[in-house]
């Protein structure tokens, strides 16, 4: 299975950790999403590459949070000084962006506890 | 913020057909009507879109109505593997603009 792969799957971090999480999308694929997901909640937007480009980054991101698609093909995801409100679930998708179809494949996530 | 309104919870028999509604009023004319559900600790998965026409593939049907203001998503033999929350979600297709998914509808399908 070539699927959307992300890990670690599980993460235990103590508040004031820096937390990275790793995305590898389809090899085809030139855009990769990154979305967050809280219980009860449906996901929620992050930001998106192109290739290599960031193209949007949406205002929950903030300071502490960065992430990096180098060459275009897996992506990083880094929260610095993580807080308690940081727990939820990071999902990456990729897809082939622009086209007619386009539809979104979606990682199974890194849950993410900060305690 | 989502442009679709969805209840928040169905049941369904499992065998019968389970129908999930979606309201999208204020939708453009360029603007595709997208479903993917989410198993209990897992990504979403894409279902189905369409545009305008009633779409059908392995796993549902696709039903817009003739003014697009709402949709129908059938799974025309639920299991209980369909238990999920369905997400239905309008987007222009080719662009640049992000899914923006609502708190969905989750079907428990009973047996």
């Known amino acids: 299975d070539t699927g959307v792969s992300q890990d670690p799957r599980h993460k235990i971090t103590k508040r004031g950790q820096n937390v990275t999480f790793r995305c590898d999308p389809i090899?085809?694929?030139?855009?990769l999403y990154w979305y967050r997901q809280t219980l009860g909640q449906g996901p929620e937007f992050l930001t998106y590459?192109?290739?290599?480009?960031?193209?949007?980054k949406s205002r929950l991101l903030s300071d502490r949070f960065s992430a990096e698609r180098p060459k275009g093909s897996f992506s990083t995801l880094e929260i610095q000084r993580t807080e308690q409100g940081d727990s939820a679930m990071y999902l990456c998708?990729?897809?082939?962006?622009?086209?007619?179809?386009?539809?979104?494949?979606f990682g199974s996530g890194t849950q993410l506890s900060v305690l | 913020d989502a442009k679709t309104t969805q209840p928040p919870s169905m049941d369904c028999a499992e065998g019968r057909a389970a129908n999930l509604p979606c309201n999208h009023s204020?939708?453009?004319?360029?603007?595709?009507v997208y479903w993917y559900r989410q198993i209990h600790s897992q990504g979403p998965q894409y279902i189905i879109h369409?545009?305008?026409n009633n779409e059908t593939n392995e796993m549902a049907s696709l039903i817009i109505t003739e003014d697009r203001k709402s949709s129908t998503l059938i799974l025309p033999h639920a299991t209980l593997r369909d238990t999920a929350v369905y997400y239905c979600?309008?987007?222009?297709?080719?662009?640049?603009?992000?899914?923006?998914f609502g708190k969905g509808t989750k079907l428990t399908v009973n047996p």
């Open positions: 998708a990729s897809s082939w962006g622009g086209a007619t179809n386009e539809k979104l494949f």
């Open positions: 090899s085809e694929h030139n855009r």
């Open positions: 590459f192109q290739n290599e480009a960031q193209l949007e």
């Open positions: 204020t939708i453009s004319g360029n603007e595709y």
């Open positions: 369409g545009l305008k």
């Open positions: 979600i309008v987007r222009v297709q080719g662009g640049s603009e992000k899914l923006v």
